[in-house]
T-cell receptor, first 113, second 117 residues
Framework: DGGITQSPKYLFRKEGQNVTLSCEQN?????MYWYRQDPGQGLRLIYY???????QKGDIAEGYSVSREKKESFPLTVTSAQKNPTAFYLC????????????FGNGTRLTVT | AQTVTQSQPEMSVQEAETVTLSCTYD???????LFWYKQPPSRQMILVIR??????QNATENRFSVNFQKAAKSFSLKISDSQLGDTAMYFC??????????????FGTGTRLTIIP
């Protein structure tokens, strides 16, 4: 079955450490996205990529970095520069098209103490 | 920048009743797409229904339907014959026109819906 895999489901890190969240898709989608979800704030876009080796900042990119070396993979690194990294992170993908909905992974809950 | 507003943080309704969730948005575009996503306690995001702005007919998917009022920039979701499995967070989302590099969703803050047995 095609889908999006995010791992791990739960991640714990000490403050000051960088951490990378994994996102893999086998849907052959060109576009991939990272969203952050906080209580009462909905989903906010961190980074997105429309094609391999290219990506754009979303609304809250500060303190995050991404890479898109392969079509199937779009890892997100939460750096020590991110002031409030504890959140639920959702990865999504879509095919280029006029009304392509986003397909989401199951998310990663990151807790930084 | 587009904004999406969901003014009802929480709602509850008795099982089998009908409930309507509100969503308004702001855009200067004439063509765009609107979505409702459901997030149950498992936190998996599930597409409920979608609407293309240039289509006047309201979208329907089984018990789910929308009331799309383009002039008012309103996109409400109606759930008929509500079921316990409808308990979830519901997010309204807006997508820019399908130009390369511009296909990203902007979400509202969500409405937590509880179906009461």
């Amino acid at each position: 079955d095609g889908g999006i895999t995010q791992s791990p489901k739960y991640l714990f890190r000490k403050e000051g450490q960088n951490v990378t969240l994994s996102c893999e898709q086998n849907l052959n989608h060109d576009a991939m996205y990272w969203y952050r979800q906080d209580p009462g704030q909905g989903l906010r876009l961190i980074y997105y990529s429309q094609i391999v080796n290219d990506f754009q900042k979303g609304d809250i990119a500060e303190g995050y970095s991404v890479s898109r070396e392969k079509k199937e993979s779009f890892p997100l690194t939460v750096t020590s520069a991110q002031k409030n990294p504890t959140a639920f992170y959702l990865c999504a993908s879509s095919s280029q098209g006029k009304d392509s909905p986003l397909h989401f992974g199951n998310g990663t809950r990151l807790t930084v103490t | 920048a587009q904004t999406v507003t969901q003014s009802q943080p929480e709602m509850s309704v008795q099982e089998a009743e009908t409930v309507t969730l509100s969503c308004t948005y702001d855009t200067s575009e004439n063509n765009y797409y609107l979505f409702w996503y459901k997030q149950p306690p498992s936190r998996q995001m599930i597409l409920v229904i979608r609407q293309e702005a240039y289509k006047q007919q309201n979208a329907t998917e089984n018990r789910f339907s929308v009331n799309f009022q383009k002039a008012a920039k309103s996109f409400s979701l109606k759930i008929s014959d509500s079921q316990l499995g409808d308990t979830a967070m519901y997010f309204c989302a807006f997508m820019n026109p399908p130009n390369f590099g511009n296909e990203k969703l902007t979400f509202g803050t969500g409405t937590r819906l509880t179906i009461i047995p």
